[in-house]
T-cell receptor, first 114, second 113 residues
Framework: NAGVTQTPKFQVLKTGQSMTLQCAQD?????MSWYRQDPGMGLRLIHY???????DQGEVPNGYNVSRSTTEDFPLRLLSAAPSQTSVYFC?????????????FGPGTRLTVT | GDSVTQMEGPVTLSEEAFLTINCTYT??????LFWYVQYPGEGLQLLLK?????DKGSNKGFEATYRKETTSFHLEKGSVQVSDSAVYFC????????????FGTGTKLQVIP
């Protein structure tokens, strides 16, 4: 079991460039989420998905797109990078349903936008 | 809305000292409570959890008790080690379909030999 994997680990972009952060999980989890982590602010939810083909916005969705064509993959797209998107990005997954299950996190992608 | 407040860091302790990291919460429903730990350069991993009042979560010598009357979930360890140096996040999640996890801002712990 690889768990939750993310690529790349590090990325530097220029303002206005676009890119996709990859996330995959091999635990057959229904729920997947993207967070950003900024100093002194904890983790904030960007987008989430409750299953293949179903996505929704979190707290800070502006400037990001997601799609979920398979249970395993949940890529995050930055449409036109801005310095305010400099952050560490974490993907997480969990079982679905009405019970509360723990989330499993990937190792993160550290993004710098210049 | 829901929120989690945890003590500011960094916390610096000597090895074998007693650790307490305070966490209080507000929630619109009846949440499950979690402590996650983040080691340098890594993602978060679950340390312990509690799903109802008076439950005690424990793992690796860490403990936390779900106190509904004081809306608290303080993390404790009797004797810290250098390897416990990390950032600790308190979090809550409600039940009923997808519910976002609300995180505290994190408390950095440094244990010195």
């Amino acid at each position: 079991n690889a768990g939750v994997t993310q690529t790349p680990k590090f990325q530097v972009l220029k303002t206005g460039q676009s890119m996709t952060l990859q996330c995959a999980q091999d635990m057959n989890h229904e729920y997947m989420s993207w967070y950003r982590q900024d100093p002194g602010m904890g983790l904030r939810l960007i987008h989430y998905s409750v299953g293949a083909g179903i996505t929704d916005q979190g707290e800070v969705p502006n400037g990001y797109n997601v799609s979920r064509s398979t249970t395993e993959d949940f890529p995050l797209r930055l449409l036109s990078a801005a310095p305010s998107q400099t952050s560490v990005y974490f993907c997480a997954s969990s079982y679905g349903g009405d019970s509360v299950y723990e989330q499993y996190f990937g190792p993160g992608t550290r993004l710098t936008v210049t | 809305g829901d929120s989690v407040t945890q003590m500011e860091g960094p916390v610096t302790l000597s090895e074998e000292a007693f650790l307490t990291i305070n966490c209080t919460y507000t929630a619109t429903g009846y949440p499950s409570l979690f402590w996650y730990v983040q080691y340098p350069g890594e993602g978060l991993q679950l340390l312990l959890k509690a799903t109802k009042a008076d439950d005690k979560g424990s793992n690796k010598g860490f403990e936390a008790t779900y106190r509904k009357e004081t809306t608290s979930f303080h993390l404790e360890k009797g004797s810290v080690q250098v390897s416990d140096s990390a950032v600790y996040f308190c979090a809550l999640r409600l039940s009923g379909g997808y519910q976002k996890v609300t995180f505290g801002t994190g408390t950095k712990l440094q244990v010195i030999p």
